[in-house]
């Protein structure tokens, strides 16, 4: 059992940054960080293998989102530079303990956090 607790998110005007933490309790293989905006479906924004560090990342969020992970705190992280009115979203901490798999499926991972709020107006 995994358990994942979120926290950094806020207000900030478009052009700002803000960094999300995620901290996990357990072994994982692969994490990553969705996104939902009310009315739309749950969208992958980047992942990352735990063990090797290889990050992918959304087209949308490339070059503005770092993913990034500290298995000394067993803490996961997304720091977002240039945000844009349209990153308003909640923001989700998924986890997988199965190894061979490290997408963007919501469907393939287990262990979700809470959500945390990012909200940027112009």
């Known amino acids: 059992q995994v358990q994942l607790v979120e926290s950094g998110g806020g207000s900030v005007q478009a052009g700002g940054s803000l960094r999300l933490s995620c901290a996990a309790s357990g072994y994982t293989y692969c994490m990553a960080w969705f996104r939902q905006a009310p009315g739309k479906e749950r969208e992958g924004v980047a992942r990352?293998?735990?063990?090797?560090?290889?990050?992918y990342y959304a087209d949308s969020v490339k070059g503005r989102f770092t993913i990034s992970r500290d298995n000394a705190k067993n803490t996961l992280y997304l720091q977002m530079n240039s945000l844009k009115p349209e990153d308003t979203s909640m923001y989700y901490c998924?986890?997988?303990?199965?190894?061979?798999?490290?997408?963007?499926?919501?469907?393939?991972?287990?262990?979700w956090g809470q959500g945390t709020q990012v909200t940027v107006f112009s």
């Open positions: 990352i293998y735990t063990g090797s560090g290889s990050a």
């Open positions: 998924a986890a997988s303990t199965v190894g061979g798999y490290c997408g963007m499926d919501v469907n393939r991972f287990r262990y």
